[in-house]
Structure formats: C-alpha cells, structure tokens
T-cell receptor, first 112, second 117 residues
Framework: QKEVEQDPGPLSVPEGAIVSLNCTYSNSAFQYFMWYRQYSRKGPELLMYTYSSGNKEDGRFTAQVDKSSKYISLFIRDSQPSDSATYLCAKVLTGANSKLTFGKGITLSVRP | GAVVSQHPSWVICKSGTSVKIECRSLDFQATTMFWYRQFPKQSLMLMATSNEGSKATYEQGVEKDKFLINHASLTLSTLTVTSAHPEDSSFYIC?????????????FGPGTRLTVT
C-alpha cells in the first residue's frame, strides 16, 4: 500500500463550483499534511498545511484532516479558472530532515 | 516570500553528455536541499537529500554515480546528470529548506525540463 493515495482524475468543473479533492494515507506517526498546487511546467507551491484533525480555512480553501479514518481533503469554494492546476497532497513526519511523500496528483480544470 | 531558482529552466542534450542543474535559494540560507524527479502525469519522487558540506543521501534505486549532487554553500546545490540517456528525460525539481525550519516549510524551485536526444 502506498503511503499516500490520491483520488484519480482529471476533474472538470464549471466556474463557481465547490471542488472536493481527497487523499488517504497510511502510517499514523506524528506528521504534517499539506496540499500543493502545481501549474503546468512549474514547481509546486504550498497551499495549506495542517497538523491536527479538523478544518483549516484560508480564503476559498479549506483543508480537512480526519486522523481516525486517515483521510485528508481540500475544498475549494467558488472555483475560478485560475484554480486550474494539478493538486498534490503530501505528508511529512515532524523534524527537519523528514521526507515529503506525495500523492499522485489530480488535475483540475475549471471551465469559465 | 522565499524564492528558489533553478537554472536552466529547460535543457536539451545529446545522449552520453553530462548536464548540470543549479538550485539557488535567493533570500534565505538552506542547510538542506532536496532533489525530485517528476515524469509526465506522475507525482514528485524524491531522488536525494543534500546537506551543505556533506555527502548527499540518495533514495533507494537512484544511482549516486549517475546523479552527482554538490551542496557547496548554504544557497546553492547542483545536480549533475552524467552520461545522460533518453530515459533520464524528465522534469527535475529542487526544494530548499530554510535552516531550522520544519520539513513542510521547504520551498520549491520552478523545475528544469531535461530532454535527452
């Protein structure tokens, strides 16, 4: 079983839709969970990170972690065409030398 | 915000030649830098962890003699692909971790697209 499994894509939604992106993970050690956005031919940029179970909100984005079911989600409200990108979930153990483990990524397309 | 640059952004080389890719942290010092490889429609796969002043740590299956990493200063790490072959064609991305930061705080470069003909 891979450490981080991400729902396969691609995903296409109309502008203004609510988008739900999901991942599951194995290994229950102390760790951070992150969502990255990667535009085509660019490096990933960190959107959100969270450590605890529950929700974390930043503007139109909400990251949700359910440690009991080992499930992480990213919700995008009022999606915009500029949100069209690949979204990668990732996790990392606490500590500076820990390695990030990425999900496969899902490509989102928001249609005007 | 913190910026990481990579040079070149795109390179084409002939099979059998070597290519050097630079990764620089522009406005912070990074004791640790990471090198990733990403194939089309695939996720990022960690190749190696580079620590300033010491030898890089390579992930299982990554040939250390083929992918030479040098982290000579707190703002620069280089990846040299030696004797490149078409199967080495990929998107190479580095990240830099500010000194004393947590691992999730690493900043990614824009990537280098390598095409070996």
């Amino acid at each position: 079983q891979k450490e981080v499994e991400q729902d396969p894509g691609p995903l296409s939604v109309p502008e203004g839709a609510i988008v739900s992106l999901n991942c599951t993970y194995s290994n229950s050690a102390f760790q951070y969970f992150m969502w990255y956005r990667q535009y085509s031919r660019k490096g990933p940029e960190l959107l959100m990170y969270t450590y605890s179970s529950g929700n974390k909100e930043d503007g139109r984005f909400t990251a949700q972690v359910d440690k009991s079911s080992k499930y992480i989600s990213l919700f995008i409200r009022d999606s915009q065409p500029s949100d069209s990108a690949t979204y990668l979930c990732a996790k990392v153990l606490t500590g500076a030398n820990s390695k990030l483990t990425f999900g496969k990524g899902i490509t989102l397309s928001v249609r005007p | 915000g913190a910026v990481v640059s990579q040079h070149p952004s795109w390179v084409i080389c002939k099979s059998g030649t070597s290519v050097k890719i630079e990764c620089r942290s522009l406005d912070f010092q990074a004791t640790t830098m990471f090198w990733y490889r990403q194939f089309p429609k695939q996720s990022l796969m960690l190749m190696a962890t580079s620590n300033e002043g010491s030898k890089a740590t390579y992930e299982q299956g990554v040939e250390k003699d083929k992918f030479l990493i040098n982290h000579a200063s707190l703002t620069l790490s280089t990846l040299t692909v030696t004797s490149a072959h078409p199967e080495d064609s990929s998107f190479y991305i580095c990240s830099a971790l500010p000194t004393l930061a947590e691992a999730y705080e690493q900043y990614f470069g824009p990537g280098t697209r390598l095409t070996v003909t």
